[in-house]
Structure formats: structure tokens, C-alpha cells
């Protein structure tokens, strides 16, 4: 029946608004955090294209190309497609994955409902669809779990963790005997794999998403002390083609430390670390803590900030801040951010209260050059990225 429909009604005109909704619709389910576990990056990047088909060509019928998932996404793009006809009156059909849409004042009375109402599904609901997963404990968190006692067994050690925590195991894993950044190569050797083993060792997890290169650092000094972490995400390319960022004197990034993470409430203010990742590391107990703690540093920035997402950033530069957490921000990526914004009204107020507030407290002339050199950095960055057509969509406050 919806080929008959679709054959009856193609050619009837409808602005594409009712096509929109459904679009719209599928949007939200598929890009809201709750169910992040059921929807892979490449189905993000399959809504991504079908969204810019749509915005190049209003329709009432519209092929979507390239819908290859493996089955494991099938259900859950299947409940999202149904829900979506009970929504808003919009169907499709096998095996192509047609959508069409015809208009709602134009269109059979619940036509498309009552066609697939025998197949309707529940409503997609991450407590009745919870993954059914065997729960195992890991080695690190066993009673009789021992402590490695030399750098080449805590190397072994922290690979095998990497490669079962949830969002690092995707990650790609170089380990070096001496320091290294992939993102800040001041410093850096040329051929870091042969630099001989000194008890040093230098773990980078890397990834690039979308324009978006992360690099999540640990460096292991000592077997008694914990390894210090850092965090930093290069999105230079998601903004800026290649030939035009030599204009740039730097690139664009920004560098989320755990100690920059703190609990936050209206009454109290800012309290405790969100994640403690310092201290020692020469007990069972001291090395749990320290993984326990690690594993969700790591969950909250692939959470946030993985996939190439940027939005989390852009609301934490313009303060709206995660429930019940505070994130100290470098006042130079705030205003890079209103720069990538497009928010120049924004931009020019939050320079001038650094400026006064700098000024009052009688701030080294390091860090008002600082403040000089980053808001005339961010007038260029302003207009290179206005000229590409890649700013980031206004934010509008919470």
C-alpha cells in the first residue's frame, strides 16, 4: 500500500514541510545524548548527509542513498522510522528506504499510520532496551589484582586497559619511551619509537572525527606515583582549508585538564574535583581509584566532545555548564569560540571585561598581551571563517 500511496501522491506538491518534520524528528532521537548507545558515528554521519540533501532541495519525495548499517543499528533505525510515521504522517518504503511525504491536507486521513500500524513498535526506551551484556569484572578490580612492579609489565598493564575501556579501545594507541604530542610538537624527535627504554613511558590515544583530531596523553614516570594526564582536541581542519591557515599565527585548540573539573551548586559554589587523578600509585587501592577515575575523566570527554561534536564547547565558553558541574575555561578559547560564532557583539564585551578586570587586579603585562594577541587572533579567525561558510550556528543561551 505505501508504493500505491507514493505512486498515487508523488507529484503533489507540499514545499517539503511535512518532510521536514519527519526529518526533524529522526534528528532529535538519533543525536540526543540518552540514546548515544544505539546509534554508531556512522549513523550520525549517514543523518548528517541525508540533512544537507534535504536543506539543498525541499521535496515531498526524496531517495536516500548509501543506508548501508550493519544489522546490530537496524532495530533501533527501524523504531526511530516508526515512531516518526506516528508522529508526524511521514512513511517509507523497502528496499531503497524511500521517505515521502505528501502533504498533510492533501493526504488519505492517517494513511500512512494505518498502513503500518500492524508494525508499529514501542517507543524507543533506553530502560526496556537496555544491551544485554555479560558482566564481567575486570583483572584491576580483583582482589588478588598485582601491582606491576617494573615499566614494561605497567605498559602492558595500561594497554590492555585502553583497549577495554569504552571509548578508548576505538582509539588508535602509540606508546614511546620518551615524550611526545601529536598536536604540540614543540620538543617533539623525529623517530620517537627507538629512543631507548629509561623507565619513561609516554601513552597517546588518538583520533580524528569529523575535522576533529583528539589526542588523550598519560605519561608514566614513576611506579609510585600516578601518571599525569592531559587532553586536547585540534579543530583547525573542521573550520579553516589548508591553504588558508598559514594566515593563522596559531591553530585552533582547546586542552581540558581534570583538575579543571569541579562539582558546582547555587548555594556552595564551586567544591571538589570531579575526577582525582593525582596521587599515589603504589597500593591496589591507590591504582583502582586512580582507574575508576580515569575511566570516567575519559567518558565525560568522548561524551561531550566526541564525534566531531562541537556544541557541548560553544555552551561551556558561553557558561552554560553541564548539571551540577563548573569547567574552568582559558579565557583565550572563550573568546575563540565567539569568534567561531560569528558573535562579534559577544566577542568585543567579553575581551573588554577581561581587559578592566586585568587592569583592576593589576595582572602582569604577560597576561594583558596575552589578552591583546588572542582578541586580535579572533577578529582574523572572525572573518577567515565568515569567508568559508563554516562558522558555528549562533548559540542561543540556555
Excluded at 543506508?67 to 508526524?88: G, K, P, S, W
Excluded at 581540558?256 to 597500593?283: A, N, P, Q, V
Excluded at 586512580?290 to 567518558?299: E, M, S, T, W
Excluded at 570527554?301 to 553541564?322: E, R, S, T
Amino acid at each position: 500500500m505505501a508504493f500505491e500511496l507514493h505512486q498515487q501522491y508523488c507529484h503533489t506538491p507540499s514545499h517539503g514541510r511535512t518532510l521536514l518534520r519527519w526529518l526533524d524528528y529522526v534528528a532529535d532521537k538519533i543525536s540526543d545524548p540518552q540514546y548515544q548507545c544505539f546509534f554508531s558515528v556512522q549513523v550520525q554521519q549517514w543523518l548528517d548527509h541525508v540533512q544537507q540533501q534535504f536543506s539543498e532541495n525541499l521535496c515531498a519525495i526524496m531517495p536516500i542513498d548509501g543506508f548501508m548499517l550493519d544489522t546490530t543499528q537496524n532495530d533501533a533505525i527501524y523504531r526511530v522510522f516508526y515512531e516518526a510515521v506516528h508522529e508526524t504522517g511521514v512513511g517509507f518504503y523497502e528496499p531503497n528506504f524511500n521517505i515521502w511525504a505528501i502533504g498533510e491536507l492533501q493526504s488519505p486521513e492517517n494513511a500512512v499510520e494505518h498502513m503500518l500500524q500492524p508494525y508499529l513498535l514501542e517507543p524507543l526506551d533506553v530502560q526496556s532496551l537496555k544491551l544485554e551484556q555479560t558482566e564481567t569484572v575486570a583483572a584491576w578490580q580483583m582482589p588478588d589484582f598485582q601491582i606491576p612492579h617494573n615499566m614494561a609489565a605497567a605498559e602492558q598493564f595500561m594497554c590492555q586497559w585502553f583497549e577495554q575501556q569504552t571509548y578508548t579501545k576505538d582509539l588508535k594507541l602509540d606508546v614511546f619511551n620518551i615524550a611526545h604530542d601529536y598536536i604540540s610538537n614543540w620538543g617533539n624527535i623525529g623517530r620517537p619509537e627507538l629512543a631507548l627504554d629509561t623507565g619513561y613511558r609516554c601513552f597517546l590515544l588518538t583520533q580524528k572525527q569529523i575535522g576533529v583530531f583528539y589526542q588523550l596523553k598519560m605519561v608514566l614516570r614513576k611506579l609510585t606515583v600516578s601518571p599525569m594526564l592531559s587532553f586536547a582536541m585540534d579543530f583547525t581542519d573542521r573550520f579553516i582549508s589548508q591553504y588558508l591557515q598559514e594566515q593563522l599565527s596559531e591553530r585552533l585548540i582547546f586542552r581540558l585538564r581534570s583538575m579543571d573539573i569541579y562539582h558546582y551548586s547555587e548555594d556552595k559554589g564551586r567544591s571538589d574535583l570531579c575526577f582525582s587523578l593525582i596521587g599515589r600509585w603504589d597500593t591496589v587501592s591507590d591504582i583502582q581509584d586512580f582507574l575508576k577515575n580515569l575511566d570516567a575523566y575519559i567518558n565525560f570527554i568522548f561524551f561531550h566532545l566526541g564525534q566531531g561534536k562541537l556544541d557541548a564547547l560553544q555552551a561551556w565558553a558561553y557558561g552554560d555548564m553541564p548539571a551540577g558541574l563548573m569547567i574552568d575555561m582559558d579565557f583565550r578559547f572563550e573568546l575563540m569560540m565567539f569568534a567561531l560564532s560569528l558573535d562579534e557583539e559577544y566577542l568585543i564585551e567579553c575581551y573588554e571585561e577581561y581587559r578592566e578586570q586585568f587592569t583592576r587586579s593589576n595582572a602582569r603585562a604577560h597576561d594583558l598581551g596575552l589578552l591583546e594577541e588572542s582578541y586580535s587572533f579572533c577578529q582574523k579567525l572572525m572573518k577567515i571563517v565568515e569567508s568559508e561558510g563554516t562558522a558555528l550556528k549562533p548559540y542561543v543561551r540556555g
